[in-house]
C-alpha cells in the first residue's frame, strides 16, 4: 500500500498544471498523446478501484472534458478502496491475480505514465529515488519477454551513472529523451501502454 501511496503523490503532482494546450503533446510512447495517456490512466485507475471488489470488468472510460480532475478524484478513491479491501485474489477476466500483486502493479503504472505526463508536459521530474527502486523490483517481477514490443519495449541499457529512474525506465524500454520515441510498438485501443 506504501509503494500505491507514494506512486499515486508523485503522479499527482505531474497532472498539477496541465492545460488544454497541453492535451495535443506526444508523450514517451510512439504514437500517443497526453490526451490518449490521461484516457488510458482514467481506465487504469478505474479498473484498479474494481479490482478492491474481488473483480474487475474493464469498460473504457467515457470522455470527458474534465480528465485531470477526474484523475485526481479516482486517485484518492483508488487508495481508499485498497486501504479497507479484504480481498486475496482478483478475478481479471479468466485469470485469478493476487491483490498484493495488482497493488504493486498498480503502483508501477500510475507512477510511469506519472512520469509519462512529465515527460509530455516538458517538466521532466524524475521519480524518487526511493520510489524508482521500489518499482524496479515489482518491474523485474511482472515485466515478461511477451509484454515486450506491445506494452513495452525492449530493455536497453541506461547511460552510466544511471538514476533509479533512468534504470526503471531502461528496463521498461522507455526513451529518456525527447518525447514520442519510445520503442514500443504503435498503440492499438485493446492495447495497454505501460
Known amino acids: 500500500m506504501e509503494l500505491l501511496e507514494r506512486s499515486l503523490g508523485y503522479t499527482r503532482v505531474a497532472l498539477a498544471g496541465i492545460g488544454q494546450d497541453d492535451l495535443d503533446a506526444p508523450t514517451p510512447c510512439s504514437g500517443w498523446t497526453l490526451s490518449r495517456l490521461l484516457e488510458h490512466m482514467e481506465d487504469a485507475l478505474d479498473a484498479f478501484t474494481e479490482a478492491a471488489s474481488g473483480q474487475v470488468e474493464v469498460t473504457p472510460a467515457s470522455p470527458r472534458a474534465d480528465r485531470v480532475d477526474s484523475l485526481r478524484e479516482k486517485a484518492c478513491t483508488l487508495l481508499g478502496v485498497w486501504t479497507e479491501a479484504r480481498t486475496g485474489s482478483v478475478a481479471v477476466g479468466d485469470r485469478q491475480l493476487d491483490a498484493p500483486l495488482l497493488v504493486e502493479m ?3 503504472e500510475i ?4 512520469w509519462d505526463v512529465a515527460q509530455a508536459t516538458g517538466r521532466r521530474t524524475p521519480i524518487p529515488d526511493d520510489l524508482a527502486r521500489g518499482l524496479q523490483l515489482v518491474a523485474a ?5 511477451a509484454d515486450r514490443g506491445s506494452r513495452f519495449g525492449p530493455a536497453r541499457r541506461p547511460a552510466a551513472p544511471a538514476s533509479p529512474t533512468d534504470a526503471l ?5 522507455r526513451m529518456t529523451g525527447p518525447v514520442g520515441g519510445n520503442s514500443g510498438e504503435p498503440p492499438s485501443p485493446e492495447g495497454i501502454a505501460s
Open 111 to 114: 507512477a510511469v505514465h506519472g
Open 141 to 145: 517481477r511482472v515485466v515478461r519477454p
Open 169 to 173: 525506465m531502461a528496463f521498461l524500454g
Open 106 to 108: 498498480a503502483a508501477l
